[in-house]
């Protein structure tokens, strides 16, 4: 018979969106432990409808596991001092700013989007007023 000791999970901590908890869940499977995530109250219905969760997730992992994945946590929330990061050696870290990114499709295609947008909104959307601003005139001519 399994101990149920093992079979018992134990909340670590709780991640505010679902790339932090994706990237959590990458980060402790490359080390080896498991783990299992629950989103509060209505967080599954926010998720389904809206795509995001405003209560975050709260991460379990296994209770033989829990002193390695507090130390994980540690170490992953831990920032570098300032004696640790060579800042004269500053050119040799790469910017994610130094890439030319180019520009968006949009962006470069911008006045094609502009023609769509006249010729589908703005023209019918003109057309349409036009056409009721002569109903009025119409039916007060008329009456």
Request: charged share 20%; hydrophobic share 45%.
């Amino acid at each position: 018979m399994q101990n149920r000791q093992l079979d018992k999970w134990v909340f670590l901590c709780n991640v505010r969106d679902i790339y932090e908890l994706e990237w959590l869940k990458n980060f402790f499977a490359q080390n080896g432990v498991p783990i299992l995530h629950k989103s509060r109250g209505t967080g599954v219905y926010m998720q389904i409808l809206m795509g995001i969760v405003s209560t975050g997730y709260d991460v379990y992992v296994p209770n033989q596991e829990i002193s390695l994945a507090r130390v994980l946590l540690e170490e992953m929330n831990q920032v570098p001092k300032d004696d640790e990061f060579d800042f004269n050696n500053f050119n040799n870290y790469e910017s994610i700013f130094a890439k030319d990114t180019g520009t968006g499709y949009i962006l470069k295609h911008r006045l094609q989007f502009k023609k769509l947008f006249l010729i589908l909104v703005m023209i019918p959307l003109l057309v349409g007023m036009f056409y009721w601003v002569i109903d009025i005139i119409r039916r007060i001519l008329i009456d």
